[in-house]
Each structure stands twice: as C-alpha cells, then as structure tokens.
T-cell receptor
Framework: AQSVAQPEDQVNVAEGNPLTVKCTYS??????LFWYVQYPNRGLQFLLK??????LVKGSYGFEAEFNKSQTSFHLKKPSALVSDSALYFC????????????FGSGTKLNVKP | SAVISQKPSRDICQRGTSLTIQCQVDSQVTMMFWYRQQPGQSLTLIAT?????????ESGFVIDKFPISRPNLTFSTLTVSNMSPEDSSIYLCSVHSAGGPGTGELFFGEGSRLTVL
C-alpha cells in the first residue's frame, strides 16, 4: 500500500538556523515526490518535486529536498529559516503509473521563532 | 501554473442543509479533483471529476452525499448534502499542472472552509 509518513507533528527552529522537515514514503514502483506548504486559511502551495534525476531538488522560497532511495525518504530542508516560513508542510507521493492518485502525509507544523 | 478560484471561501451551515462549492479554473483541464481536509488532518481525495462523465468517487465517499457536476472544461461544483458537524472541513479543488499529469504536481484552490453547527 502507498503511504507517506511525516514523523514530526511540529518542528521548532530559530530564525537563521537550518531547518529539516522529515518525510518517508512507501510506494510501488518509482516514486513521484512532492512538498507543499499551507499558510493559515489558505490552500496548498506547491514547493518542489522529485520525478527523476539529481537527488537534491531545489524549489520555491529557498527550499530544497533530498531524495534518498535506500532510506525511502524525501526530507525538506532550508539552510536559513525565516519567521515567514512558519506554516504547515505536507509531503506527498504519487505512483508513477497512476497520475491521479496522490497520498499526503499528516503534515508538519513549522514554527520559526525570531 | 493554473489559477483556481473557489467559492465560497468559508461558510457556516446548519445541520441537515446542503451547500454547493464552486471551482473555476483559468484554463481548460481534463480532470478536476476534490479533496477534503478535516481539522488538523491531512488531505483525502473525495472524487475525480471528468467533463462529460460521472465523477469517480474514492472509497468512503458516495455520490448521494457529495454530488459533483462538471459541465465544462473549466468549472466544477461539489455539493455537501445533508450536512452534519462531521462534515466541517476545508474542501479543496485541484488540477494537474500545465505540464500535464505525466510530470505534474497538483495545483490547489484556496479552499472552502465549512463549519456545520
């Protein structure tokens, strides 16, 4: 069965420090992996994706994510956190052959303190 | 990226009533997706709406409770019928990116936040 796990409900980090939001996945076949961010009272905004190629992908707002096939992980990272990065982050995986079926993690609330 | 508009953005509804949510996309798309995000939880796919055919519902969701219309390639509606407090959620409309489903991420509307009293 396909699934996504975000083991941390909440991540707290000081502004200027690096941040990591964790995601592991389980999918049959090659995974298509995504990160989204949700600000309060807003829809989901796409940050970045891994389809194939380099394991380190770069996305919007200075975020990047590293695909690790052996650990089935796709952790979101940013070298220097901003207070404005505080939001809810969702990891998602899609089966390679089923374009319409996305599986979302439970979400991680990122708190960046000044 | 697609621009997706949803109406209403939020509403407070009485138990037993029905509410229709509208989703308008600024480009023609084959498939539109409706998701539910219950308070503090992740997203769950309700159904996929194709123009000219009946929507395809995911396990746990039925047409009588969540009827969907898809009259053209840029518009869809989701009705939440006979609402109960358990239906209090954010309902999100989404479409594939312009790159198409083969490579694409989903784009989401701003969501419709329903509170059922």
């Amino acid at each position: 069965a396909q699934s996504v796990a975000q083991p941390e409900d909440q991540v707290n980090v000081a502004e200027g420090n690096p941040l990591t939001v964790k995601c592991t996945y389980s999918v049959s076949g090659n995974p298509y992996l995504f990160w989204y961010v949700q600000y309060p009272n807003r829809g989901l905004q796409f940050l970045l994706k891994y389809i194939t190629g380099d394991n380190l992908v770069k996305g919007s707002y200075g975020f990047e994510a590293e695909f690790n096939k052996s650990q089935t992980s796709f952790h979101l990272k940013k070298p220097s956190a901003l207070v404005s990065d505080s939001a809810l982050y969702f990891c998602a995986v899609r089966e390679g052959y089923n374009f319409n079926k996305f599986y979302f993690g439970s979400g991680t609330k990122l708190n960046v303190k000044p | 990226s697609a621009v997706i508009s949803q109406k209403p953005s939020r509403d407070i509804c009485q138990r037993g009533t029905s509410l229709t949510i509208q989703c308008q996309v600024d480009s023609q798309v084959t498939m539109m997706f409706w998701y539910r995000q219950q308070p503090g939880q992740s997203l769950t796919l309700i159904a996929t709406a194709n123009q000219g055919s009946e929507a395809t519902y995911e396990s746990g969701f039925v047409i009588d409770k969540f009827p969907i219309s898809r009259p053209n390639l840029t518009f869809s509606t989701l009705t939440v019928s006979n609402m109960s407090p358990e239906d209090s959620s954010i309902y999100l409309c989404s479409v594939h990116s312009a790159g198409g489903p083969g490579t694409g991420e989903l784009f989401f509307g701003e969501g419709s936040r329903l509170t059922v009293l």
